[in-house]
């Protein structure tokens, strides 16, 4: 059993910057890679970055330059740092772990981006 559990998301307006959580617990002896994805109303589940074991990061390109991801590998948690948010950043963001040979999910935390 693996347990994510997101925090941090809330309301921001245009340009401001947001820093969101996710702490991995359970069976996670086999932990090799964390991100996120993000899902906006009626658009599918997109991934927005990645961080392995080996603190290997990759981002998509919609989010280059602006979000950062990291990890705190002691305490099993991985930050996502957004800056210069737009209003098309606004999605639940869902933390994702890969865990030997399964992946799990978080239950996702709301990012608004609105004036």
């Known amino acids: 059993q693996v347990q994510l559990v997101e925090s941090g998301g809330g309301l921001v307006q245009p340009g401001g910057s947001l820093r969101v959580s996710c702490a991995a617990s359970?069976?996670?002896?086999?932990?090799?890679?964390m991100g996120w994805y993000r899902q906006a109303p009626g658009k599918q589940r997109e991934l927005v970055a990645t961080?392995?074991?080996?603190?290997?990061?990759n981002y998509a390109d919609s989010v280059k330059g602006r979000f950062t991801i990291s990890r705190d590998t002691a305490k099993n948690t991985v930050y996502l740092q957004m800056n210069s948010l737009k209003p098309e950043d606004t999605a639940v963001y869902y933390c994702?772990?890969?865990?030997?040979?399964?992946?799990?999910w978080g239950q996702g935390t709301q990012v608004t981006v609105s004036s």
């Open positions: 961080i392995t074991k080996g603190g290997s990061k």
């Open positions: 359970g069976s996670i002896f086999s932990l090799y890679v």
């Open positions: 994702n772990a890969g865990v030997g040979p399964r992946y799990y």
